[in-house]
């Protein structure tokens, strides 16, 4: 008899706690948990970030660079010597995207391809970083004149740059990442100097507001010491569809042979580039 | 001797009551719409799992929120990194129980719990059975500030202050 009122207790208590029970029926999360959005642009400043386009969605950036700041008012601390890059990348999948861009003053046409091969998660599936490849083809513009010369050849205009970049959300507000990186010029400009060029990146961005965070992006050289590492420390304002990014670095390039490995700008002299990228995206394809 | 049969004849009993009345989801839908002047916002989740108790008439849902798709993934992205926050608030659920229930029409008052806040709701809906399922339906507002989720004032034209959501869930028996 005494089991029984004990019983009864049992199926009482487990009774009232039915309601708890059906949200356990429900069960945990079997699907790992993906932490995305690293970064508020595809950029960290001038290199590229682990953000890619999302599928489908086109990406348009106008990129500025201006003269130094230490170039006095005759030229307007700088903003009298602007150049642009046009870029556009388009998300072909959700991990791949292509990207394709001009820039004035080298005269250089890029074309790009990011690929997420890892994504950083936790739950039932954990992974601590977030890694894209990113590798991109570099073409110097040339006159006529020049391509009628004997000893022209197109493969001398060409340069390289492929990355890996490794990303890691530490909370919501900061993402560091580290990005090694080798470039290589089909033609280099003396004997002595490497065809192949080793550096090693390191970026971050810590949010300051929901929509405004800084940056900073520090590109060391392994190999040649021929030109100076570059400190770029960068602003991203995001505004709905557009996110503003606004930057100082010793290096006045956008793309990345140039501004990893031919910076020669130098901080402690007032050599500050200040610039801005603008980007807009579009909804292509649903 | 008489006491171990009856012992164990109310487990069974007990046993297969609790299997016997419950229902089951896994991939119910629930969809949001802002109707705000200068933009729609849509989004929806196919991924709600339910649990509908017949016996007791309890009825908890629980979702992702970053498993509400949008066509525009920017919108995805702002909704989940600015106003959900998912990545501090990553599910929601409901917790309540069926109040009335006639000719398929029901009243379902309960808790919503989402980005960090619980408030009671009284949601009228319909609820049909078949014979190895349950289908319920239904339509409600809410308002953004009572979940605490604040619209900038320069996107709240944007943006409206009280958000449509619909579900249409299956059941199943288990």
């Known amino acids: 008899m005494k089991r029984i009122i004990i019983f009864t207790f049992l199926v009482s208590s487990f009774l009232a706690n039915a309601q708890d029970n059906l949200l356990n029926l429900l069960g945990g999360d079997d699907e790992p948990m993906y932490i995305s959005y690293h970064f508020k642009g595809t950029k960290v400043v001038n290199g590229q970030s682990v953000e890619l386009p999302a599928n489908g969605v086109l990406q348009f950036t106008i990129q500025h660079r201006f003269g130094t700041l230490n170039s006095g008012f005759y030229n307007l601390y700088g903003l009298d010597n602007s150049q642009v890059r046009l870029g556009f990348d388009y998300g072909i999948k959700d991990f791949v995207s292509l990207g394709f861009g001009r820039s004035s003053t080298t005269k250089t046409i890029d074309a790009n391809a990011k690929i997420r091969i890892k994504r950083q998660c936790k739950g039932s599936v954990e992974f601590p970083y977030g890694i894209v490849v990113n590798s991109a083809v570099f073409v110097k513009q040339w006159k006529y004149a020049a391509a009628q010369e004997d000893n022209f050849l197109f493969s001398n205009q060409l340069s390289f740059a492929n990355q890996l970049l490794i990303a890691r959300k530490i909370n919501r507000d900061l993402t560091l990442q580290i990005t090694p990186t080798m470039v290589h010029y089909n033609l280099v400009d003396t004997k002595d100097q490497a065809n192949d060029k080793y550096s090693l990146g390191f970026g971050g961005r810590k949010k300051l507001t929901k929509r405004v965070t800084i940056n900073i992006e520090y590109f060391y050289q392994l190999t040649e010491k021929t030109n100076n590492n570059v400190l770029s420390l960068g602003f991203d304002i995001e505004t709905g569809g557009h996110v503003f990014q606004l930057h100082l670095s010793n290096s006045s390039a956008m793309t990345a042979p140039a501004f990893i490995t031919k910076t020669t700008g130098d901080w402690l002299n007032g050599d500050i580039y200040f610039g801005f990228n603008i980007s807009r995206v579009f909804t292509i394809k649903n | ?174």
């Not at chain 2, 297969?16 to 929806?44: C, H, R, W």
């Not at chain 2, 000719?103 to 809906?125: C, F, Q, R, W």
């Open chain 2, 1 to 174: 001797m008489m006491v171990q049969r009856i012992i164990s004849f109310l487990f069974l009993l007990f046993c297969i009551n609790v299997n016997a009345q419950q229902y089951l989801a896994k991939n119910g839908v629930i969809t949001f719409f802002s109707d705000a002047p200068m933009e729609d916002i849509a989004a929806e989740n196919k991924k709600v799992s339910a649990v509908y108790d017949a016996s007791t008439n309890e009825l908890v849902f629980q979702l992702n929120i970053t498993d509400f798709i949008f066509n525009d993934p920017l919108m995805q992205e702002h909704f989940n990194e600015n106003y959900l926050e998912s990545d501090v608030y990553p599910k929601s659920t409901f917790v309540g129980k069926v109040v009335t229930i006639e000719d398929g029409k029901a009243t379902v008052e309960g808790s919503l719990a989402m980005h960090g806040k619980t408030n009671k709701i009284k949601v009228n809906g319909s609820l049909l059975y078949n014979k190895k399922s349950v289908v319920i339906s239904a339509e409600f507002t809410v308002k953004l500030e009572d979940y605490n989720i604040d619209i900038p004032k320069i996107v709240m034209y944007k943006i409206a202050e009280e958000i449509e959501i619909k579900v249409n869930i299956k059941l199943n028996k288990i």
